[in-house]
């Protein structure tokens, strides 16, 4: 099954994931495990991800 349906789904399945990593990357910080200019820029990454995510999910669901 390849429908648009199912890809916008895998497409919010996707922006949770980006979201658990988000969770995972700000442990990762209070831990200790890595520095704060590393983690702005990884947390913009996921910032920027989840917003494209968005966009395509948003535009793939108006021609569904």
């Known amino acids: ?10 497409l919010a399945i996707a922006s949770g994931s ?7 990357l700000l442990i990762a910080l209070q831990l200790k495990y890595c520095e704060e200019n590393e983690m702005t820029y990884l947390l ?6 989840v917003r494209s995510l968005t966009k395509l999910q948003q535009s793939r669901s108006a021609h569904a």
């Open 1 to 10: 099954r390849n429908t648009t349906k199912d890809f916008v789904h895998f």
């Open 44 to 49: 913009d990454l996921c910032d920027k991800t």
């Open 18 to 24: 980006t979201a658990e990593l988000e969770t995972q």
